[in-house]
């Protein structure tokens, strides 16, 4: 029998109590092998049944929505929140958490952890890569350093919207759990995503130890675009997250070696050693002319990156505490919510609107002095 058969010859009515009591009895009449959900028979599951109230419904349905635009704007954002948490929920289950803090089940596989099973005085290095990794492994002090290896350059994880709301938290939770490299780190953080507690943290500085070159500072600044998202801004607040500097450049003169950050500390080395006159114009065809013919004199070897260095370099200029230099990444105000201007920047180098970081790339062109093209 025809789904408009059915209608027109039992007359049914598909709304308020003609659906709870009357329906499944009607129908069930005229059909030959009904069928139900349970053997309680208190939900009707025929597919023929099932295509008749989808239909009525969803034409229903549909002129109701054309004819209150606003209230589908929000039945709509609601769902696709509702969308996001359970997506949020899933990934988080689906994670494998350690039972405990410092137990060690659980935690990622390319992370070396340290020895000592207590917070304070432990440091994890989060490094580009496993070249890198394997050098800082091999350079590390086991008993309180613990390296975790990156791969390549991770999600960059900026969400628009309000500062404090809960669907920009939970946006910015989705899309972080959405990258394999982001859902590693958070499980060597020990902190949680969506059920974050600070108290959980095993390491007691996060270092950011990338390679000191233009990708390296893209790598960089994307991890601190994570750790400035809710509720990881946390970590800044209370004075866990560090950069760590390490040389771009080591000179050697007379079979001895001397480690240097970037171009301008260099050039500057150059000046020092050469015994140039500083007051040559800086730039000048003249002053190029000197500086090259300084530089053919040295042994200069460029770092392409930290798995070039050997581990004994690498501990010299960048693991060890009485050498190495470190900075801490605070907010200008103390914390992210008093710190507009700093969230403002990060909204224009990070977000999505392309026209504000036009705008600022060419306001500061004239103002690079290390460009890497």
């Excluded at 496993?130 to 086991?142: E, L, N, T, V």
């Excluded at 309000?162 to 910015?172: L, M, P, R, V």
């Excluded at 000191?212 to 809710?230: C, E, K, M, Q, W």
Aim: charged fraction near 30%; aromatic fraction near 6%.
């Amino acid at each position: 029998m025809l789904q408009t058969d059915i209608i027109k010859k039992n007359k049914i009515a598909l709304s308020g109590e003609d659906i709870k009591e009357g329906l499944t009895a009607v129908i069930s009449i005229k059909m030959p092998d009904p069928k139900f959900s349970s053997q309680t028979k208190d939900k009707l599951v025929s597919s023929e049944i099932r295509n008749i109230v989808e239909h009525i419904i969803s034409e229903k349905v549909s002129t109701w929505f054309d004819q209150n635009p606003s209230i589908s704007k929000v039945v709509l954002e609601k769902i696709t929140q509702a969308a996001m948490a359970r997506d949020v929920a899933r990934k988080a289950r689906d994670n494998v958490r350690r039972k405990g803090t410092f137990e060690l089940s659980g935690l990622p596989g390319k992370l070396a952890d340290c020895q000592i099973q207590k917070r304070e005085g432990t440091e994890l290095f989060i490094v580009e890569g496993d070249s890198a990794g394997g050098s800082a492994k091999q350079g590390r002090i086991r008993e309180y350093q613990a390296v975790l290896p990156l791969r390549g350059k991770i999600l960059n994880t900026y969400v628009n919207g309000k500062s404090n709301g809960e669907d920009q938290s939970t946006k910015a939770l989705s899309k972080m759990m959405s990258s394999n490299e982001i859902v590693t780190l958070i499980n060597a953080l020990g902190t949680g995503s969506k059920d974050f507690n600070i108290e959980n943290l095993r390491y007691d500085k996060i270092v950011i130890m990338t390679d000191a070159d233009v990708d390296g500072s893209h790598i960089r600044t994307l991890l601190l675009t994570f750790f400035n998202n809710h509720p990881f801004n946390q970590l800044i607040e209370n004075g866990h997250v560090y950069l760590a500097r390490p040389p771009l450049f080591k000179v050697t003169k007379a079979n001895k070696s001397i480690y240097i950050k970037d171009e301008k500390a260099l050039e500057e080395y150059i000046l020092e050693v050469g015994k140039l006159n500083k007051k040559i114009k800086r730039g000048s065809a003249e002053y190029r002319k000197l500086i090259q013919e300084q530089r053919e004199k040295l042994s200069i070897q460029r770092f392409k990156g930290l798995g070039e260095m050997n581990p004994e370099e690498l501990w010299e200029t960048t693991l060890n505490p009485e050498n190495r230099t470190m900075l801490k990444v605070q907010y200008s105000k103390g914390t992210k919510d008093k710190s507009k201007e700093d969230q403002k920047m990060i909204k224009v180098l990070m977000g999505d609107e392309v026209a504000p970081r036009k705008d600022f790339i060419t306001n500061n062109a004239l103002d690079v002095a290390n460009l890497d093209i």
